[in-house]
């Protein structure tokens, strides 16, 4: 099984790996990035736990191989905060306990960052169908959505 | 598994008649990956078609349709006012693929070519009445998109061909279309019934109309009594009626883990008033 | 047991909201769970799984497999040992099919690889040959006399002579006289209530890296609620010592009981210790979620019930059929009785249970076992007595709730408790008075659950500078450790952000049970609050040794020993930073610890409204609000209250509408992946509101009731409840999904 040989850009750091065409991005970036935060809860597409922004799109890296990630450039959670500077939504995913296990959280921030920048201010229901595609189990996703309407509101410089 | 990145349809055409053994084409890869993953197919050849130029483009056609590339993702397609203003039913199907992740990924070409009876952009393009470009070692063909599929999870395309494009008609005015589908949830499932219109008006009364079923046999329909239902008509109660129950004829579906037949029947006649409805408000506006 | 110490008290941390102390890992995704771990030298594995759901295993050829270069070790059930008997064989069967296969899942052999994707590839090259037997799944057809024998002779000592064969257990228990009970009611209603398996649906899959030399000596590094379950679990399968085998646990990405046992944890053990002790990882897929680890039992339930015009409830019976999958005791039946008619003070009662083996995997724990489908039985037949004998709901559970005194419909005199002040609280709630409009329906339940104390050591150490480090064995599964932290710097007078708990391994502290039955907040917190009287004590004794008086005349107050009284003599109070400065030289390092088995677990009662509307063309039921009133009786941390609400909530609303398992005619589950197992998106709820009712606990320091599990009780009812009064249609079968609610309207005509 012959790998071939990646280059791409993951938050802003130029690296490089070989990959087996049949591993997934998402296997690329936990297994030979050590990028761990992106997660796998479904591998079909299902749950979005492992969103990643790929040339500036949300995607689901369980559904990109990793040798398309050729000359990409890629974000992922790891790269969300500036160093020790939280983004908003990780401050109000905090500040309003809307993560319980944790396992989703990656996907859910990554997605509402994507929306967010498409759309400063979203209502209820947009926050919810953008984000139907990232599962919890724990919250009931109340306190996902007020999160997100508070960083949004803190973001537009309304809060 | 060999992975390919051709920089032309000659190209990946040519590495697909070289192949022996089991061959798919990457687009959104939205499906091919699931199946990869799921053991179902390990192709020995994948044909990532991504990287050909103008496989990304959505380009106004000089008679006012439109060239879809095989490449355009759902995200891409919703972004596109004008392709929006003119096929709000096409794209709209589209958009009810998969989640916001997939939409960055999925494409029309790759919907349509998973040969699903439950594809939710099928419906859509069937009643726009679009066609498929198909390049293949004999040459190149065209294709009525209703033609594509031939039994789920099987097309009309041969071994070597490829779709090159999507290319939908001209609207024209006063003409409108929709697609709705049935799920139990609001997101994130296969769609139970699907049923898209697409129909032209002379004031308030239907001159032509393109009425599609998806996910009640084993390949989207495209159902003529639909049509003749609501053409001449101004959509009417009458009318409306007439529609319903003609597409509960027409839906010969299964009963599965998504959903009972009868349940398909009935929703099948629902979902066709309800899109007819918005059809019909579309085309006025 | 202790008494409510402090309440009466001003609480400083008690009830506040700070930041959980694991918050930045779990933002920035350096939280590691199980799948984020590696070691070393580490192979990878996979597991080969029964496609049949009954079948001999006639032979298992691995030789291709293990031909391949990088192919380590084949484990099958010939490598572990025999012998074993009761839940110990039941494990170990469970973890490799012995003679059968006993559902489609249902794990083989596992290979370890140099690779994942080798790994894979040599799972598909271990060649088994089965036997096709006869399969049987439904519950009821489980219990016919002439269904496929899965387990001869499962049936134990309860279970009456000629029974049928899949008959494991049978439970009866009751009290009063339901013929007169009946006699006095002025209406007595039937029904027949069927509800279908679900999966906690945990978002992360099931994850494990072990080793383990030929010494019999291991590790293992795994997410789980209890890691001193997987250790007592896997040395059990395995034949070797629990005490030489070190689990730590991951973070945990959602349980909900399912992980409180073991499914595939002993194979990376098994693997390693044949591939000369190189660690071995194994990670579930999704579909090896669905098909082989632990969902709840579907279940079978008549319940029969007579009402007088007033409202009282006279007599009551049930009669419950529940399959657990493959292997007796796994199933909740017992549960679900005693939870049946807990939320009713009534006088005569039945009790009726039967436990049956079906071709379906091994059931686990799922948030408040049984008590959901017991709930969806009573609650739906008590909604039906209430409309027909024009009754507001919220009433009659007010006229027959229990209270503080009662007797309970499985045996024991009620504490202090909190089922009518949720009531209370649903009623003057706005949403209980908000206007419905065309095809809307409000529907009510309440839900009962009895929380759990459980096994449990923790220790809590002073630290040179005055701070604290608590250890627990509890895995922080929805911010237990925030609101341990929060008890122990209350306890101490201390900060806070002072206060560091730790997750310990199994190497660290005495046995804990999992984090199951609402217990970490209350037993672990129990057991802190113990081991820093411990610490208190010492520290109150390191000040009198100071002052040279009797240590009895010190106290301590605000984070800081004080003379007791004036008696005592005047002296500056020494605070804890001052005492731990110096504690190398006044005696040496200050701890506490405790360990034990606390009872006083008080139950939590609750109570949901919820507001549908269906679509009658389609049978789509959306739901409208919907409010959740429960009794925490403290909320130590109040915003993960109400998540636990809110979540257990949004699994209850997933199980009523659209959830279920989903098995063919040739015995496979159907629905591996979460697209057709329909879990709830975030478009499919509203916001879900919540009142935090407080009736302190008084088996517990501060108050605490266990808030876990009793939130995902009521909605199955309450749902029914409310598609019935928006349609006029009941539903006795679960999952109400759009086709099923359309037939049941149609139904109506």
């Excluded at chain 3, 930041?19 to 799948?35: C, F, N, Q, S």
């Excluded at chain 3, 759901?53 to 084949?74: C, E, F, M, P, W």
Aim: glycine share 12%; net charge negative.
């Amino acid at each position: 099984m012959s790998k071939i040989h990646v280059q791409a850009t993951v938050n802003g750091d130029s690296v490089e790996f070989l990959a087996d065409p049949r591993e997934t991005l998402l296997d690329c970036l936990r297994d030979h990035l050590d990028l761990t935060g992106a997660k796998e809860g479904c591998g079909t597409g299902d749950c979005g736990a492992c969103s990643v922004m790929l040339n500036g799109r949300l995607v689901s890296s369980c559904l990109v191989l990793g040798v398309e990630a050729e000359g990409a450039e890629i974000s992922t959670i790891e790269g969300m905060a500036d160093g020790n500077e939280l983004h908003p939504l990780q401050r109000k995913f905090i500040e309003h306990a809307a993560l319980q296990c944790g396992f989703c959280t990656p996907g859910f921030l990554v997605a509402a960052k994507a929306l967010l920048e498409k759309n400063p201010d979203p209502s209820e229901s947009e926050i919810r169908f953008w984000l139907a595609g990232n599962l919890c189990r724990c919250t009931g996703y109340d306190k996902i959505v007020r999160a997100v309407q508070d960083a949004a509101a803190e973001m537009r410089g309304a809060a | 598994m060999r992975y390919h990145a051709p920089a032309t349809f000659d190209e990946a055409i040519a590495i697909a008649a070289g192949a022996s053994g089991v061959t798919r084409y990457l687009a959104g890869g939205t499906d091919v990956l699931v199946q990869l993953r799921a053991g179902m197919v390990t192709p020995d050849d994948l044909i990532d078609l991504k990287k050909i130029p103008g496989t990304h483009d959505i380009t106004r056609l000089p008679d006012g349709g439109w060239r879809i590339g095989i490449a355009v993702s759902g995200a891409e397609l919703g972004a596109h006012a004008e392709l929006v203003a003119d096929w709000p039913g096409v794209v709209e199907g589209m958009e009810l693929v998969g989640s916001t992740q997939v939409q960055g990924r999925a494409t029309l070409t790759g919907n349509l070519c998973n040969g699903s009876p439950a594809a939710d952009s099928v419906p859509g393009l069937v009643a726009a009445g679009a066609t498929v470009t198909i390049q293949g070692p004999n040459g190149t063909r065209e294709l009525p998109v209703e033609q594509v599929p031939v039994k789920p999870g099987k097309t009309a395309l041969e071994p070597g061909e490829i779709i090159t494009a999507i290319t939908l008609p001209a609207r024209g005015k006063s003409a409108g279309d929709a697609y709705l589908r049935f799920i139990p949830r609001t997101e994130m499932d296969i769609a139970v019934v699907g049923c898209a219109v697409s129909l032209v008006l002379d004031g308030d009364k239907v001159t032509a109309a393109r009425i599609s079923l998806g996910a009640v046999a084993p390949t989207v329909l495209l159902v003529q009594d639909c049509a003749d239902a609501i053409i001449g008509t101004t959509l009417d109660d009458a009318a409306l009626d007439k529609l319903a129950a003609a597409a509960s004829a027409a839906a010969k579906p299964i009963s599965d883990k998504r959903g009972p037949k009868e349940f398909r029947v009935d929703v099948a006649g629902v979902l066709a008033r309800r899109a007819a409805k918005i059809a019909y408000e579309r085309a006025k506006a | 047991m202790a008494k409510d110490e402090i309440s009466g008290k001003e609480f400083k941390w008690i009830g506040t909201t700070p930041d959980r102390p694991d918050g930045l890992d779990k933002v920035t995704g350096r939280a590691r769970y199980g799948a984020d771990f590696n070691l070393p030298n580490m192979l990878y594995a996979a597991v080969v799984r029964s496609p049949h759901a009954h079948a001999r295993i006639v032979k298992i050829d691995a030789s291709k497999a293990l031909a391949l270069k990088g192919v380590k070790a084949v484990v099958t059930r010939a490598d572990l040992p025999t012998g074993l008997t009761g839940e110990d064989l039941y494990l170990q069967e469970n973890t490799l099919a012995g003679e059968k296969a006993l559902y489609d899942g249902h794990a083989v052999a596992a290979v370890a690889a140099t690779s994942q994707l080798l790994a894979h590839d040599a799972a598909q090259l271990i060649e088994v040959e089965y036997e096709v037997l006869p399969h049987v799944t439904d519950v009821d057809k489980a219990m016919a006399k002439d269904a496929p024998v899965i387990l001869p002779g499962c049936a134990d000592h309860s279970v009456p002579e000629g029974s049928a064969p899949n008959v494991a257990r049978m439970i009866e228990f009751g009290r009063g006289d339901l013929a007169a009970g009946y006699a006095e009611a002025d209406l007595v209603r039937e029904g027949h209530y069927t509800t279908e398996a679900t999966h906690q649906g945990y978002i992360e899959p099931h994850a494990a890296v072990g080793q383990m030399g030929s010494d019999g000596k291991g590790e293992m590094w795994v997410c789980t609620q209890g890691q001193w379950y997987i250790r007592k679990m896997c040395s059990a399968v395995l034949g070797t010592d629990p005490a030489q085998l070190r689990v730590t646990p991951s973070e945990i990405g959602g349980g909900f009981g399912g992980k409180t046992t073991i499914f595939m944890e002993p194979l990376p053990l098994a693997l390693s210790k044949k591939a000369g002790g190189r660690p071995v990882k194994l990670v579930m897929s999704r579909a090896e979620v669905l098909r082989a680890t632990g969902p709840t039992a579907s279940a079978s339930m008549d319940v029969k019930m007579g009402m007088k015009r007033d409202g009282t409830i006279t007599g009551a019976e049930v009669n419950f059929r529940m399959q657990g999958g493959p292997f007796p005791g796994a199933s909740p039946v017992g549960e679900a009785l005693s939870c049946a008619f807990a939320c009713y003070d009534i006088a005569n009662l039945n009790h009726v249970g039967w436990e049956v083996l079906a071709n379906r995997p091994k059931c686990a724990a799922y948030r408040a076992p049984g008590s959901p489908m017991a709930a969806y039985a009573v609650e739906s037949l008590v909604d039906e007595l209430c409309r027909e004998l024009d009754l507001d709901p919220i009433e009659v559970r007010l006229k027959n709730g229990v209270k503080e005194g009662v007797r309970a419909s499985y045996g024991p005199k009620f504490k202090k408790i909190g089922l009518a002040e949720t009531l209370e609280a649903a009623k003057a709630h706005p949403n209980y008075a908000a206007p419905l409009g065309p095809n809307q329906g409000r529907g009510v339940a309440s839900g009962f659950w009895f929380n759990h104390g459980g096994e449990t050591s923790v220790s809590l150490a002073v630290s040179e500078d005055g701070t604290a480090q608590v250890s627990v064995g509890t895995p922080d599964i929805g911010g237990s450790r925030a609101s341990i932290a929060l008890m122990a710097a209350e306890t101490l007078g201390i900060a806070y952000e002072n206060v560091r708990v730790n997750i310990v391994e199994t190497g660290a502290l005495g046995v804990n049970e999992p984090t199951h039955g609402s217990r970490a907040t209350f037993a672990s917190g129990k057991a802190m609050w113990e081991a820093a009287q411990g610490a208190i004590k010492e520290m109150c004794k390191r000040a009198a040794q100071k002052w040279d008086i009797d240590p009895e005349a010190v106290t301590w107050k605000d984070g800081a020993a004080w003379p007791a009284g004036d008696n005592a003599g005047k002296f500056e109070p020494l605070s804890i930073k001052e005492i731990a400065g110096e504690m190398g030289k006044t005696g040496g390092p200050i701890s506490g610890h405790h360990e034990s088995t606390p009872s006083g677990a008080g139950p939590s009662f609750g109570t949901h409204v919820v507001d549908v509307e269906v679509d009658p063309e389609t049978g789509r039921v959306t739901v409208l609000r919907y409010l959740v009133t429960q009794d925490a009786g403290r909320a130590i941390h109040p915003q993960y209250v109400e998540g636990q609400y809110q979540g257990g909530a949004a699994q209850g609303i997933g199980w009523a509408l659209n959830e279920g398992y989903i098995y063919g005619e040739d015995g496979r589950l159907q629905n591996t992946v979460f697209l057709d197992y329909r879990v709830p998106v975030a478009s499919d709820l509203p916001m879900i509101d919540t009142v935090i009712v407080e009736v302190p606990n008084p088996g517990h320091p501060f108050g605490v009731r266990g808030v876990g599990e009793t939130g995902i009780t009521p909605p199955l009812p309450a749902i029914a409840n409310a598609i019935h009064a928006a349609t006029g249609a009941r539903l006795r079968a679960l999952p109400m999904n759009p086709p099923a609610v359309l037939a049941a309207i149609k139904a109506k005509g």
